[in-house]
């Protein structure tokens, strides 16, 4: 059934490091069904670490839009560790201003996909953070996605294979606030 809301009519709520325990199984859910088609078996089961990891930390920034009780979208990061801006071995000369928000997640159900959801997810995950900058990992192999992020302002630095068996990433970059 498609959905009878525009992204413009759906409930996104913010979710913090405390609010992981009743959040966890949602951004599993919702991951496994937007990218059901797209991604092997092995990254899915993966998928559960990789929230566990980025929602431990303190300062985890999660927001999640929801249909009624169904949620159909997240965008979720944290702020990188001072001094571990490993993007800056992309730049040369760095930008001086460098406290960076990691953006380590978007997802959108298949049925909510070119209503414009995946663009308010990152501007409501974006819009009040005080970083300088926000980085983000896109695979190389779906360039798509990475125009998307050009769109809104994002730009190529780089290549990185963050796990010896994950793929090559681009590398992802825009100053805050978005543009």
């Known amino acids: 059934m498609e959905p009878s809301l525009s992204a413009a009519d759906l409930n996104v709520r913010h979710f913090t490091h405390q609010d992981l325990p009743g959040i966890r199984q949602i951004l599993i859910d919702v991951h496994a069904d937007a990218y059901a088609d797209?991604?092997?078996?092995?990254?899915?089961?993966?998928?559960?670490?990789?929230?566990?990891?980025?929602?431990?930390?303190?300062?985890?920034?999660?927001?999640?839009?929801?249909?009624?009780?169904?949620?159909?979208?997240?965008?979720?990061?944290?702020?990188?560790?001072?001094?571990?801006?490993?993007?800056?071995?992309?730049?040369d000369p760095a930008p001086e201003k460098s406290r960076t928000f990691s953006f380590s997640e978007l997802a959108v159900r298949t049925k909510w996909r070119k209503k414009g959801l995946a663009e308010r997810l990152t501007r409501a995950l974006l819009e009040e953070r005080d970083e300088d900058i926000v980085v983000l990992l896109v695979d190389t192999e779906h360039p798509r996605v990475r125009a998307l992020y050009e769109t809104w302002g994002f730009r190529r630095v780089g290549k990185r294979q963050p796990f010896p068996d994950s793929?090559?990433?681009?590398?992802?970059?825009?100053?805050l606030p978005l543009k």
Do not use: K, T
């Not at 793929?167 to 100053?175: S, T």
């Open 167 to 175: 793929p090559m990433y681009a590398v992802m970059l825009a100053e």
């Open 38 to 91: 797209a991604m092997d078996f092995e990254f899915n089961q993966r998928f559960p670490w990789f929230v566990d990891h980025w929602g431990g930390h303190p300062e985890f920034s999660c927001m999640i839009a929801f249909d009624g009780d169904e949620a159909v979208g997240f965008a979720y990061g944290a702020p990188a560790n001072p001094g571990r801006e490993w993007w800056r071995e992309h730049l």
